[in-house]
């Protein structure tokens, strides 16, 4: 799996290291894979966060563009489907491997929009404590043009794109994405299908948030519902439920542990995902290193 490789290398540095580091990796074999969800509505994959785009008389519309030096490939893959350029681009979040192809993007003349928190730290130098990681400040013309606090609708080929902010779920600026006449929803990283999900602590995010954001999520949607998440494959309702279930379990657990005094080592022994380890721990972030991002975000 392709995060897999992607969290190899944050945890294989030994020493802090920046985003840009990421510039170098070798791309040239990455594959853009175009999935599509109904008539306008399409999923691609590649390298770092899942794409969701709407393509029809009236506009291309995306959400998130994953790497800088990926951009030719994405724009090749949307080549197959129009031949119209790019004008919106949507960030469900700040983090490099969603925003990385912004600045290709803004030069081409796209229209970046996102929720006021992701310009805000995309602005400055970050830092992402879980994994020792510094961001630079992105220039000008890779920061959101049009952001917004709550929400904002889109209405274009043929559908209504309702985008709306999650408080404080995977980071302080994330936003969700419903296309409502395909039947579609994007949720950047407040949903990771069938992998652990980092929670970004430093960036303000936290696990309660997520699942209510999850919530708010099976509320709209039916069982019919694309839902794609940020990173792992396509899923449904039953998936989204599946997700909201192990995370709820779990944290619970850890919480009444935290809340009894016990140290990480105890929670640790005490294996509070070992159902759950099968399904989610193989891919992304390994059991054990999951339960650490849990308890330290959940003793915040
Ligand atoms: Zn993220």
Redesign the pocket.
Known sequence: MRATRLLLIFFGAATLFTAPAFAQQDFSKVEIKTEKLSATTYMMTGEG?NLGLSIGEDAVFVIDDQFAPLTPKINAAIAQLTKKPIKFVLNT?W?F??TGGNENMGKAGALIVAHENVRRRMSAEGFIEFFGMKTKAEPTVALPVVTFTQDLTFHINGDEVHAYHVANA??DGDAIVHFKNSDVIHMG?TFFNKLYP?I?TSSGGKVDGVIAAVDQVLKIAGDNTKIIP?HGPLGSKADLKAYRDMLATVSTRIKAQIEDGKKLEDVLAAKPTAEFDDVWGKGFLTPKKWVEMMYSNLKN
């Open positions: 966060g979040h983090h491997d969603h995977h980071t990283d980092f970004d940020g």
